[in-house]
């Protein structure tokens, strides 16, 4: 599947934003943390992901893939501006 039209892609960022989000995923971020969405395959990208969402305190619901070491779901906007503080820095 490329990107279903409930998404959004930030092309700045190639973050996948979500507009409507269902009662079951609200719940699952609510008590789990993050819900799974569908998988997502990214203009730049040669196969698709398996995309999860989740609320950061900063953005809003983000919908992203984990990082392939840890599996941890990061923000990718904020993983972007940590990016630019530490170019601005160096
Ligand atoms: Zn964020």
């Known amino acids: 599947m490329d990107v279903p039209n409930n998404y959004v892609i930030d092309a ?3 973050t996948v934003r979500v507009h409507r989000l269902t009662l079951k995923q609200r ?3 609510l008590f789990i ?3 799974k969405l569908e998988k997502i395959k990214l203009p ?4 698709s992901m398996q995309f999860y969402v ?3 305190k900063y953005h809003g619901f983000v919908a992203t893939y984990p990082g392939s ?3 941890v779901l990061l923000c ?4 972007k501006n940590q990016r ?3 170019e601005i820095r160096a």
């Open 33 to 35: 943390g993050s819900a």
């Open 69 to 71: 070491f840890d599996h």
């Open 76 to 79: 990718p906007m904020c993983l």
């Open 44 to 47: 730049s990208w040669t196969s």
């Open 27 to 29: 719940l699952a971020i």
């Open 12 to 14: 700045s960022t190639n």
């Open 54 to 56: 989740f609320k950061c």
């Open 84 to 86: 630019s503080e530490q």
